[in-house]
């Protein structure tokens, strides 16, 4: 790790290709853009270690009530907890795409949380931004994931 001025800190080799970080002055600076993405994705993952299933409120699909077929996300719920209480295969057998998404949940929590208890701002760095076209591409190829999920419960008949 090398110190290259003004408190921001990268690593040695990589030229700011993965991630940056720096010190700012306030640690206001460090808990705006972090805390409110580690609430979100904390919170969920919490609750799901905390509580049954069974033990929540539940939330009918209006999709699943109107046309009789699950929607997009139906499952992800079973999904997070069934992963929460260990049974993977269940999780991964319901949802697939979940063990993507919990892994994904489960990253950004610790990423956010790492910053607010070090102190720091951290930033992606340019291997890790999304970009126009790469965006484009990236929301793309999530969408085809979800699409690809949801015609494997269908063809399943989960609901």
Do not use: E
Request: proline share 6%; aromatic share 18%.
């Amino acid at each position: 790790m090398t110190h290259t001025g003004a408190d921001t800190f990268t690593a040695a080799n990589l030229s700011n290709r993965w991630i940056i970080w720096h010190r700012p002055a306030s640690y206001w600076s460090v808990a705006v853009p972090h805390l409110f993405l580690a609430a979100l994705t904390g919170i969920p993952l919490m609750v799901s270690f905390l509580f049954s299933l069974d033990g929540l409120p539940s939330i009918p699909c209006t999709f699943l009530w109107l046309t009789g077929y699950p929607c997009p996300f139906c499952g992800f719920t079973r999904s997070f907890w069934a992963f929460s209480a260990g049974d993977w295969t269940y999780a991964l057998w319901n949802a697939p795409l979940s063990g993507v998404v919990y892994a994904l949940f489960a990253g950004v929590f610790i990423w956010n949380t790492a910053a607010l208890i070090a102190g720091v701002c951290i930033q992606p760095g340019t291997l890790l931004r999304l970009s126009g076209r790469r965006a484009a591409w990236i929301i793309t190829f999530i969408s085809v994931l979800f699409l690809i999920n949801w015609i494997y419960r269908l063809s399943l008949g989960l609901k």
